[in-house]
């Protein structure tokens, strides 16, 4: 059976950081594309960014150049760095993956197989 496991999540204050993980058991994470998203309370879930199976990494605007996605696919584990958090990223957030080798990404929820229960990130002003 195939689980995502995300850690990582808490609170904290704005301007500071978090480091997210999203952990694969039952599958590898070695031929995946790995995309993170998000939702906020009251709000759809939203694209964050993603790594695809070459490492090549993309991010949703609201994010870019202060969250950052890494692999280890040794781990089965991806990354996500969450620097100079804002109350704006106070969200569950979730990790999925789908087979996917070569530079292929997606940024809709229905390109991704599978899917982690989630972490809380609350950031506080």
């Known amino acids: 059976q195939v689980q995502l496991v995300e850690s990582g999540g808490g609170l904290v204050q704005a301007g500071g950081s978090l480091r997210l993980s999203c952990a694969a058991s039952?599958?590898?994470?070695?031929?995946?594309?790995v995309g993170w998203f998000r939702q906020a309370p009251g709000k759809e879930r939203e694209f964050v960014g993603a790594i695809a199976w070459v490492g090549s990494t993309y991010y949703a605007d609201s994010v870019k150049g202060r969250f950052t996605i890494s692999r280890d696919n040794a781990k089965s584990t991806v990354y996500l760095q969450m620097n100079s958090l804002n109350p704006e990223d106070t969200a569950v957030y979730y990790c999925?993956?789908?087979?996917?080798?070569?530079?292929?990404?997606?940024?809709?929820?229905?390109?991704?197989?599978?899917w982690g229960q989630g972490t809380q990130v609350t950031v506080s002003s």
């Open positions: 999925a993956s789908t087979l996917s080798r070569g530079s292929w990404y997606g940024t809709k929820e229905h390109e991704y197989d599978y």
């Open positions: 039952g599958r590898t994470f070695s031929n995946d594309a």
